[in-house]
């Protein structure tokens, strides 16, 4: 039996799409069979990020309505053969998911995968519920900035609430991941530090993923920013973040750190 | 590096985290009682009503979060002339 995995956030655009994409294809660069599930019915974009925009032919709600089967939906990545992807709909809405065909596939995906990757969309309605509903473990994204803080907060709330495993009285393991973080404006002092975050949040850090250009490109060209360039600093982040998840100790670096060190250096000489 | 900055802008994030953490206090103590100030508004003004005739609309209940305790102030206009009721 596969884990279930949702990556969440509340608020919009912090970076779950490029986490969901990122991790599922880091979990699958170990051999691990991972299919990564857009649930942002209606404004899917993980299709695009994964590079499999023109290969969608079925999609999550055709799976639920009984249109196709799930085999039929399922992409498979080009580049990693244990990657698969379940796009959502792009012209139906968000009440076109059930809640029994939301438990039905994610079941099925389950017995067939190591991994099933819940691609959240942003907000606290249906779409993000059904998302978080059936996970195991949530990767909670949020930036280092008030708004995406008291999301967070909220949607920690609704994990230990409203998922299935919190009405059996069991516990949905969360992980926080810091993404977009900025180390000029940490050094500036403008940017929440992590300790903060992680002691507002109180729950574990995944890992820090820095804001960065690579993010950008990788989805240019429509590869998870772990794929396509394997040695960046946000991809070598998410790999040590996935590495985290699976149960290894890697200790966390926080971005620039050390270049700030020189960049004092630097700065009083030229004052 | 102090001395510099003394001439900037000073640093934004202490005051974004101080922010948060009274506001997220409250909103998690506040889950599932969102409402306690209108509660608070309509006991009152009941309270009230049984001794002056007052305005429903001059009534004014505000609740202030601090960090370790919050302030409710209510602020009420009671007209002169009908200042006491039949008691
Ligand atoms: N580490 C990063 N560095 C730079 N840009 C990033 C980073 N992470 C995400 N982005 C960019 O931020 C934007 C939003 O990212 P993404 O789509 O992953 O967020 P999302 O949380 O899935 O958004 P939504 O809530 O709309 O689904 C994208 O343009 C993406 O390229
Ligand atoms: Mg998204």
């Not at chain 1, 050094?187 to 992590?194: H, P, S, T």
């Not at chain 1, 574990?204 to 820095?210: A, D, M, Q, R, S």
């Not at chain 2, 599932?32 to 009941?46: H, K």
């Amino acid at each position: 039996m596969g884990k279930v995995i949702v990556v969440t956030s509340g608020k919009g655009g912090v970076g779950k799409t490029t986490s969901s994409a990122a991790l599922g294809a880091a979990l699958a660069l170990r051999g691990d069979k991972v299919v990564v599930v857009d649930f942002d019915v209606g404004l899917r974009n993980l299709d695009l990020v994964m590079g499999a925009e023109r290969r969608v032919v079925y999609d999550l709600v055709n799976v639920i309505q009984g249109d196709a089967k799930l085999s039929q939906a399922l992409i498979r990545d080009k580049r990693v053969e244990t990657l698969y992807l379940l796009p959502a709909s792009q012209t139906r809405d968000k009440d076109n998911l059930t809640e029994e065909g939301v438990e039905r596939v994610i079941g099925a995906l389950r017995k067939a995968f190591d991994w099933v990757i819940c691609d959240s969309p942003a907000g606290i309605e249906r779409g993000a519920t059904l998302a978080m509903r059936h996970a195991d473990v949530a990767v909670v994204v949020t930036n280092p900035e008030v708004s995406s803080v008291r999301d967070s907060d909220r949607i920690i709330g609704l994990l230990d609430a409203k998922t299935a495993k919190a009405e059996r009285g069991e516990r949905v393991e969360k992980h926080l991941l810091l993404t977009r973080y900025d180390p000029n404006r940490a050094e500036r002092g403008d940017m929440l530090k992590v300790d903060d975050v992680l002691e507002i949040l109180s729950i574990p850090l995944l890992g820090i993923i820095p804001e960065s250009m690579d993010v950008l490109r990788a989805s240019n060209v429509g590869a998870p920013v772990t794929l396509a360039d394997s040695r960046s600093a946000p991809a070598v982040a998410y790999l040590d973040a996935v590495r985290r998840l699976t149960g290894e100790t890697v200790p966390i670096t926080i971005p620039g750190e050390k270049r700030s060190l020189l960049g004092k250096i630097f700065g009083r000489r030229a004052a | 590096m102090k001395i510099f900055r003394i001439f900037a802008k000073q640093a934004s994030a202490p005051v974004a985290r101080e922010r948060l953490q009274v506001l997220l206090a409250h909103e998690r103590a506040s889950v599932g009682n969102s409402d306690l100030v209108t509660l608070l508004r309509e006991e009152i003004l009941a309270v009230i009503a049984k001794h002056v005739q007052i305005d429903r609309d001059k009534v004014n209940v505000k609740m202030e979060r601090g960090a370790k305790v919050s302030t409710l102030a209510v602020d009420l206009e009671i007209p002169l002339d009908t200042g006491a009721k039949a008691a």
